[in-house]
């Protein structure tokens, strides 16, 4: 959550890489740091510290990811880094029944992250960024590899067009120009409601896992692994039907399954887990939705400002995913009425944002502002520069 408020603002301003490369160091430095920490209190603080520097890694790959490739590539490289989640969190279970010793499990747990060092050198500065700054010439360069790595050509025209297009004000973006205007606030405010609802929803079934009985690291790999049709339902939605209504539906179906536990017999333990665990696998899509579907909204000047405004109110609501729990103790029904109904009713904002499916992502403020309301740019229909940049991808 720390790290949120200030992440977008470096990574719009200095750049995804910059920020992919620092999230590693930081990762690795205080991961190894956290093992050999001398008492619990310099634990805590190595501990923020670390999580800062993963949450940096996780988020500029995926920025990177989405902002490389044009719209037919976007929902796939989105979800991809989803599965490798799915599969540290089955692993972790693995790995922790096998090292009991906390020490030597979370130097162990570290170590993978050196091997980015072997690739991080390939990995190209966002083009789209590197546009949105003017640095026209450097955008062409990584824009020309792909293309020809795709045997297409790249517009004679298109770096002097791109350049123009380019104004002083969007590339000095802020939070603040979130919500200056009226059709990028609104979907600011909605981005904001599906991230608290997803984070919420997903972190207080997460939690539940331990109540299910049994052997704890059983039922931790279990509740990852479930998260695994998740994902590959999301990807699916994503690459044949779109963002809004595989949304709308995978929230209100997991809201049903959890509500459904209210209507479930105490003694029928396996029947009030399988729809724990089937919400759980479609809060998974939504979230794997909500990645891709948030990057997409926001203009690529704003776009790690705009995700993390997102993310940020997403966290206050998975601090709030414990005592939501808690409540089970003044009354078992709580919990389920709360996290279902937020559920349905995060689902059915998606109707005051436009959907996103195959269409090229908005560069500067104005695209963002005007996406929704008419044709990105051009409201005559012509092609622009960006959908040429986009086909080189």
Not at 154 to 178: M, R, S, Y
Request: proline share 5%; hydrophobic share 50%; with cysteine.
């Amino acid at each position: 959550m720390l790290c949120s408020l200030i992440y977008g603002q470096l990574a719009d301003r200095f750049g995804r890489k910059p920020c992919l490369i620092g999230g590693v160091f930081v990762s690795i430095i205080f991961g190894f740091a956290m093992a050999f920490s001398p008492n619990y209190i310099a634990f805590l603080a190595f501990r923020i510290v670390y999580a800062m520097g993963g949450f940096a890694l996780y988020q500029s790959a995926f920025l990177i990811s989405i902002e490389l490739v044009g719209p037919k590539w976007r929902s796939f490289n989105g979800t991809l880094l989803c599965f490798y989640w799915v599969f540290g969190y089955v692993s972790c279970a693995g790995t922790a029944y096998l090292i009991r010793d906390w020490p030597t499990l979370q130097w162990v747990t570290v170590v993978p992250l050196i091997l980015c060092f072997s690739y991080i050198y390939f990995i190209p500065e966002s083009p789209r960024w590197l546009i949105s700054k003017g640095r026209i010439d450097e955008a062409m360069v990584i824009i020309e590899k792909i293309a020809k790595s795709n045997k297409k050509s790249v517009p004679d025209n298109v770096a002097e067009e791109l350049g123009h297009e380019q104004a002083d004000e969007d590339t000095k973006a802020n939070f603040w120009h979130l919500f200056r205007y009226p059709n990028l606030r609104k979907k600011t405010f909605v981005v904001i409601s599906h991230w608290a609802t997803v984070t919420l929803v997903y972190y207080g079934l997460s939690l539940n896992a331990i109540t299910l009985g049994g052997n704890d690291y059983v039922n931790f790999a279990i509740n990852g692994a479930v998260e695994l049709p998740g994902c590959i339902l999301g990807l699916l939605a994503l690459q044949y039907i779109g963002r809004r209504w595989p949304l709308a539906v995978s929230l209100c179906l997991c809201g049903i399954c959890i509500l459904g536990i209210l209507a479930v017999p105490a003694d029928v333990g396996w029947a009030r887990i399988l729809l724990a665990m089937s919400g759980k696998m479609l809060v998974s899509c939504a979230f794997a939705i909500v990645y891709v579907y948030t990057g997409e909204l926001f203009p690529t000047v704003a776009r790690a400002i705009g995700f993390n405004t997102g993310n940020f109110f997403g966290r206050f609501a998975g601090l709030a995913a414990p005592f939501l729990l808690d409540l089970g103790d003044i009354s078992e029904l709580l919990p389920p009425i709360i996290m279902g109904s937020v559920s349905i009713l995060g689902g059915l904002t998606v109707i005051f944002v436009p959907e996103t499916h195959k269409q090229n992502l908005p560069e500067t403020i104005q695209d963002a502002e005007n996406f929704g309301k008419r044709k990105m740019r051009n409201g005559k229909g012509e092609e622009d520069e960006m959908v040429k940049f986009d086909n080189t991808m």
